[in-house]
């Protein structure tokens, strides 16, 4: 008999608490009626500046079936956890999941931008990613560079060996869901091949807090340059004190005289 859940959400703390995190998610946009398209990433919206959105796309889904499917896979996969004595543990977990998350979104719209400017494929300017995919595709990738002998299990019912699991699962799933992103599973296979074979490494607590800091940044001040929100406690204010002295300078003839006045000039601000 396998070990009780309970000792296996211990095992995988990360692995668990992303579930956790995907599903309220789901919950959430289910209970508001949020559509895809509001949360999701693509090309068009990109452009205009929503860069939130790529952070948003990865831990939204579609429907039940997409979210089950998603953290499935997403368990299996969490032996990354239990396996630091090779490498990897916890922390390499947490760190390249940032990676996975940031990289596989900037490459998925990478792709976009080359398929439409060189093949003019207009498609691809609103067709939009939503999900987790990316990131499952990319932990499956760089399991089967690390631990080529490993087995994948899907659903308890279906074993892969790892080595060949990321392009079965790429051809099963584009061939099962039609609608399944094949650019970006793709994108975060690529990922997870830089990551697996150390072109992308180094990555520590420092560079993982910093990383993180700098997506939060980048995530406020996308959604208020984007206005769909109202981010009122980020606008700063100009402030003007009338009990401080103002600074004038005149022009008195041929010269100049430094005037100082104890009411402010009109239409200065002291910040």
């Not at 109202?230 to 402030?239: G, K, R, T």
């Not at 401080?244 to 100049?256: F, K, T, W, Y």
Request: charged fraction near 10%.
């Amino acid at each position: 008999m396998g070990k009780p859940l309970f000792y296996e959400i211990l095992e995988k703390p990360a692995t668990s608490c992303i579930i956790g995190i995907c599903s309220a998610i789901w919950f959430y946009i289910q209970k508001k009626n949020i559509g895809y398209s509001h949360v999701g990433l693509s090309y068009e919206t990109a452009v205009e500046g929503h860069h939130w959105r790529i952070i948003t796309s990865a831990f939204s889904h579609i429907s039940i079936l997409h979210l089950v499917f998603n953290m499935s896979a997403l368990w299996s996969l969490g032996v990354v956890e239990q396996l630091g004595p090779m490498g990897l543990g916890v922390e390499f977990y947490l760190h390249y999941t940032l990676v996975l998350v940031v990289l596989s979104g900037l490459l998925v719209l990478g792709a976009y931008h080359f398929l439409i400017s060189k093949f003019k494929i207009e498609y691809f300017r609103r067709v939009t990613a939503v999900g987790y995919s990316c990131v499952v595709f990319g932990w499956m990738t760089i399991l089967s560079a690390k631990q080529p002998s490993s087995k994948l299990n899907l659903f308890g019912l279906l074993s892969l060996p790892i080595s060949f699991a990321p392009f079965e699962s790429l051809i099963f799933t584009s061939i099962i869901v039609p609608q399944a992103s094949f650019v970006g599973h793709l994108s975060g296979i690529i990922v997870g091949y830089a990551i697996g074979w150390g072109l992308i490494s180094g990555m520590n607590n420092y560079w993982a807090v910093s990383m993180l800091g700098w997506i939060v940044v980048v995530f406020v001040l996308s959604l208020k340059h984007s206005s769909l929100f109202d981010l009122h406690f980020l606008e700063i204010e100009s402030v003007t004190d009338p009990s401080l002295p103002s600074v004038r300078i005149l022009a008195s003839g041929n010269g100049r005289s430094l005037q100082i006045s104890s009411l402010p000039v009109v239409g200065a601000d002291v910040v």
